[in-house]
């Protein structure tokens, strides 16, 4: 039976048959019949078994220094090959030598060729690691490079995909900080594939860190590619894209633009999703676009609308925001204007455990302003403080305390507390906290006044 009657057989394919088949097809001397035979043994990579399709590689590498016919559908075949079972062929392809004949091919490739080329690269590097280090030993990222600086059809997105493969690798990151490099992969963020854009993302979160690239990419327009990306992404790249956009915020210069881009909606997302990390992003990119106070303005608001809802994990992280932003002096009357107060109030009567603890931290870090006191009141908290004096786990009745005695030290407001001293954790716990922050001013006023015979001595 021939190649041809084999695979159009109706009953199935007898693939150690069909194997032999070809090896005799490719062992004749006809050319087209061999090109024949090779884009179908490529169709049909699909459906074969793992163990037949390896045993064709080295055939198919061979066949990679024949005519440019064969070539072509050589690396098709090999392109097939290796997307199949889940790229555990790849490894088996970048030991016979194929990616340096691949790039050997690439440079004086015609257009067809081309882009076959490059699908099998982009789908080697994808897969494996180790080609990836094999491609920049044998100079494959100069080659990309080059060809995406004159490369303007729709294979260049195979080489974006390659280059935010490369540049997994450090030794590859450390060559990548130039402007003309750095913008192939701000472009990298809106083209190709999910996982390439990802890629992309986290070498710019990595690059990001030095303040000179950081004004560069900038300049590149990588804070909407970064929105672009957050807002099409799935949960798993939008952590990496949220990461990114944060170490990008972490400069005063940048803080409107990033939240102007329409950052902060998105991170609140990612607050309120199933992943800790996620949580963990949106808790650090908050708390540093809120040093612009018109960020903590909507920030705030935000938090608000969470601390609302009815997802705990989600309040426990707004919690958090809340009382980092409470001790903001710019943002003390933020958070008081946008009705965080009584929400907290709230969630003491309501809710236990973490919840309540980070919900009485912030009232004591807000208890500090006498308009925030005020506030404090008129929600009701006085008669709730004073009972989580008397059964709470330690930390609560700390926090409780902690904000009672600010009301005590205030004469407009000291003989509402006047019942927490008929609770003996109250009285213990002031004690303490007072002679602690006796200590505090000693140590600030040691440090602040000069000594002065000191310096006249010198």
Known sequence: MGWAQMIGNDAGIDWDQAVHVYMNVIACESEDLQIKAT?????????????????????????????????????YALSCIAHKHDGRLCPMICQLEAISLLLRLLPTSKEGLRRTLLKCLRTLVSFDGPSRLILAANGGLDITLDLLSRCTDDTRRYLLEILTALALLREVRRVLTGFDVLRFLVEALSNGKMISRARAAQTIGVLAISRRVRQKLVDLGVIPALIGFLKEADSSYRLVAGNALGIISSHVDYLRPVAQAGAIP?????????EPLGKEIAEDAFCVLAVEEENGVMITEEMVRVLEGDADDAKGAALDIVWDLAGYRHSISVVRESGAIPVLVDLLRNMDGNLREKASGAIAQLSYDAANREAIVEAGAIPVLIDLLRGDPEEVREYAAECL???????????????????????????????IRASDEHIFRSMSTPNVERFISH
């Open 405 to 435: 005695l600010n009301f005590a030290e205030d004469p407009l407001h000291r003989e509402r507390v006047s019942e927490a001293y008929a609770v003996p954790s109250f009285l213990a716990i002031q004690d303490r906290l007072i002679r």
């Open 39 to 75: 884009i179908q043994l490529a169709r049909l990579s699909k459906d074969a078994p793992e163990a037949i399709l390896a045993s064709t590689i080295p055939v198919l590498v061979d066949l990679l220094s024949s005519t440019s016919r064969m070539q072509e559908a050589a690396v």
């Open 266 to 274: 998105l991170f609140v997302e990612l607050l309120k999703g199933p």
